[in-house]
């Protein structure tokens, strides 16, 4: 078993953040590595993401395994066989202050393939984990700053 994890503080509320990760049609708005996403976040669905990690897209199928409103986002990718390959993903979201949140992003990758892949696997699942995060930070951020006017005259 190999695991990583990567996080990042977000200026925006918990509940705010949450919603932008549940809402799967509109990823392609700021998920610039896995911006199609199709399914329903529900435990046992399926979903079917798209990933451009490379310069031709890959898509691979994925079942939600836990989902707690406002904190806790996990699926699984199984390639053939859980024996073979089985890569868990979880998205933590930890309030900090009622106006910030920390993202946490952990990877646990099982299996015989996983000695073979781990190195390049974990180059890539960092850039695209550390990439999502800021995508998600900026998006975020930006969303929640108010608009303000000048009142001149």
Partial sequence: MKKFQTEILIEA?????????????????????????????????????????????????????????????????????????????????????PTSCRIVQKECLRGLLVRMIWKKWLLRALQCYGQMNRDLKQFAENQQKPVSYLNVG
């Fill in 13 to 97: 509320p918990a509940e705010y953040v949450w919603k932008l990760l549940m809402d799967f049609q509109n990823y392609w708005h700021w998920n610039t590595h896995l911006p199609y996403w199709e399914g329903k976040p529900k435990a046992g669905n399926h979903l079917y993401i798209t990933s451009f990690l490379k310069e031709k897209p890959v898509r691979f199928s994925a079942q939600v395994t836990d989902l707690v409103e406002n904190q806790l986002f996990s699926f699984a990718e199984i390639v053939a066989n859980p024996v073979f390959f089985r890569a868990d993903h979880t998205i933590e979201i930890h309030p900090v202050t």
